[in-house]
């Protein structure tokens, strides 16, 4: 499974990292990404950031099979509902 999160509508909540501290984590700039799993790794931009958009192939991210009820939740209980989850 994949998970990507749309930062536009991201509320800043942290609750993606409550419910799968393993897949998503906070920045600085005040929301949420997915953590680069595996052996992808995190694209910063200039400014320390990660690049939000195009960091990954397709914009996307793998996770194991045994995060999936911890990512369900976390899009679930999102209140932007800004995770979005592919196969």
Known sequence: MKVWIDQDL???DGICVEDARDVFVMYEDGLAYVKAIGEKTIVLAEDGLPLHRG???NGLV???DSLLNDVIAAAEDCP????????
């Open 55 to 57: 960091a990954f192939e």
């Open 10 to 12: 991201c509320t800043g």
């Open 62 to 64: 793998e996770f194991p």
């Open 80 to 87: 932007g509902a800004c995770i979005f989850i592919e196969p």
